[in-house]
């Protein structure tokens, strides 16, 4: 499926069944608010800048995972209004994913044990 702004969604992986995932081709300078519980960054070199906003409505419990192929060297993960993140990452190296696991009581984004 395609969605708007070049988003792709895609499916699975082995292990995993019908689980979503964004695929995005961002440039320096990006801002990316993931639409699935798992985003690949594929972009064509490094980029100096980009920012990621975690999911406006997340439920508790939900898992964002992001990771990319190339090495993104200022990276901004921002929580999104009303919420708040802990242990945000800077910086992404290639071939590394970071993720966050929202719990709703505090509103917050926690580093995720899941990957």
């Given at each position: 499926m395609t969605a708007n702004s070049g988003v792709q969604l895609g499916y699975g992986g082995p292990g995993f069944i019908n689980v979503p995932f964004d695929y995005q081709v961002?440039?320096?300078g990006f801002s990316i608010t993931p639409v699935a519980t798992a985003?690949?960054?594929?972009?064509?070199?490094?980029?100096?800048t980009g920012t990621i906003t975690m999911p406006a409505s997340p439920d508790d419990g939900t898992i964002c995972a992001?990771?990319?192929t190339q090495t993104i060297t200022a990276l901004t993960v921002s929580a999104n209004t009303g919420?708040?993140?802990?242990?945000?990452?800077?910086?992404?190296?290639?071939?590394?994913?970071?993720?966050?696991?929202?719990?709703?009581?505090d509103k917050t984004w926690y580093v995720s044990p899941v990957k």
């Open positions: 961002p440039l320096t985003t690949v960054l594929n972009p064509a070199g490094t980029l100096a992001v990771s990319s919420q708040s993140i802990v242990g945000a990452v800077t910086t992404l190296s290639a071939g590394t994913n970071m993720a966050y696991q929202y719990r709703a009581a």
